[in-house]
């Protein structure tokens, strides 16, 4: 028996990438705030300069600079440094969120894997949520793993994700741990939630299966996760008991 798929795995396509871009617009608000903050203390250091510039030209066909002009100017160094770390921080967020949505083949190479975290962890902003704890865990000397940075990115990023939505109008924590396993790498992402049940949890990877109403996701986030896992000749899997929270663990091969 023939059957021609080309129309679902073309709808399947286009599913999984729109699952990518509602991520990106869930994350909107929380990259909104990530940017303004580093921007309203450049837009206060400029300022202060700018002053500061005012009273030296003032100055400038006077007798001497008055002490407290003086003391300013001794700062000069220190107002430019965290401006420049500002303008960092702005320029690795709408990095990340650029790499999160590109598309094509992108060449694999030796990824650190705590860096990996520490993007998706960035990019999901979770510490805004007062009602959110996050607790993180990096292994020092973790051996480097093969593989896409972004692609990695875009799998912890949905662990994420699905965690801060476990705890949806609650307050409770999220762990995040990275550890060596043998001849292995793995990430865990834990939450306090209300878990899962066993009948879940058998589905809980499944293209489109959520538990969630249909306007809040397509059911591909933890799909996409387990295919970039997989994809890395890894393997992600869940441990969770009803009442007793969820934890994901991604295994990648270290090389």
Do not use: W, Y
Not at 74 to 103: N, P
Not at 143 to 168: D, F, I, M, S
């Amino acid at each position: 028996v023939l059957r021609d798929r080309t129309e679902e795995r073309r709808f399947e396509r286009i599913a999984r990438h729109t699952e990518k871009l509602q991520s990106v617009g869930t994350l909107a608000a929380g990259i909104a705030h990530e940017v303004n903050n580093p921007l309203a203390f450049i837009r206060s250091n400029l300022t202060q300069i700018h002053r500061m510039g005012e009273r030296v030209e003032a100055c400038h066909s006077g007798p001497a600079l008055d002490t407290k002009l003086a003391d300013d100017l001794v700062d000069l160094r220190q107002i430019a440094e965290e401006t420049l770390d500002g303008i960092g921080r702005i320029e690795r967020t709408v990095a990340g969120m650029r790499r999160l949505v590109a598309s094509g083949e992108q060449v694999r190479r030796r990824v650190d894997v705590n860096e990996v975290v520490r993007d998706a962890l960035r990019l999901s902003n979770l510490g805004r949520d007062a009602q959110l704890a996050v607790e993180t865990r990096f292994a020092d000397a973790l051996p480097h793993v093969e593989g896409v940075p972004e692609r990695l990115a875009q799998a912890v990023l949905n662990l994420l994700v699905n965690a801060r939505q476990a705890l949806e109008g609650r307050a409770g924590r999220v762990r995040v741990e990275t550890c060596c396993n043998g001849a292995s790498v793995e990430i865990r992402v834990g939450d306090d939630g209300p878990g899962l049940a066993a009948e879940i949890q058998e589905r809980i990877f499944d293209p489109f299966f959520t538990t969630k109403d249909p306007d809040q996701g397509t059911g591909l986030g933890l799909a996409i996760a387990f295919d970039v896992v997989r994809d890395h000749d890894g393997a992600l899997e869940v441990q969770s008991e009803p009442g007793a929270g969820a934890c994901f663990i991604v295994r990648l091969p270290a090389c």
